[in-house]
């Protein structure tokens, strides 16, 4: 697998630029990396230019010495997977409906024994192998965030971008689909960048962090090394102390300034 880079990417909503002449260092692969920054830094709009969602006006996103601008927009989707912070599906389709069409949906629609294995299996590691046979209609936001995390995980992809895949969840199911999309990055090899606002969850899984902010990569490394970053501070309005945790994981004290 290779590693995922951006240089010199600029972005506006009209007159209103997002990102001037950005970069970041190459994201390699088989390691969870977290985008953090405040709302409205633009981790979403960074997300959609990675997956080719909203064109490029300047600046190159390469995969290795790959441009992924250079590919067609099926072969992008084949290596980029982007799982936006809503979930939409019909709501005349089950659960299972919904993660086999993630699966084939570059594969073409005939499903066979292994296909329906690969889904059941899916469903079963996401925890939620009991609402296989629900409408998705019938979903607490909260489950529909973990199907959209298991259709995103189905698929086989060298990267994956997750957009606030822990926001309408409870404690319990933030740590396991955290944990599920770590256990995938590493396992596959993959490129992984989930976006967090939870400081703490970052700091607790990633293993190296993105700070966005006034449309700049303000920071990136390890979550030592961004987290104790004067950036942080200054860029959440908030003073920031950090300790250790029993696990040896960072955790983030923030307090109003």
Known sequence: ????????????????QIFDAI?????????????????????STLFRLIAGLLPLQSGKVHLGNIDLDSLSTRARLKRVCFMPQ??????????????MMAHKQLKGWRVSDADMIAVGTALHEAGIGHLAEAYVSELSGGQSQLVSVTQALIRNSDVYL????????????QLDVLGQIKSAVVRRGAVGVVALHDLNLAARFADNLILLGEGRILAQGSPGQVLRANAIAKTYGVAIETSQGPREELIVHAYAS
């Open 23 to 43: 970069a970041f260092e190459p994201i390699v692969p088989g390691q969870l990396t977290a985008l953090i920054g405040p709302n409205a830094a633009g981790k």
């Open 162 to 173: 997750f957009d606030e895949p822990t926001s309408a969840l409870d404690l319990r199911h």
């Open 1 to 16: 697998m290779s590693a995922l880079s951006a240089e010199n990417i600029s972005f506006s909503y009209g007159s209103r």
């Open 86 to 99: 809503f979930f939409t599906a019909n709501a005349a389709l089950t659960v299972f409906d919904v993660v």
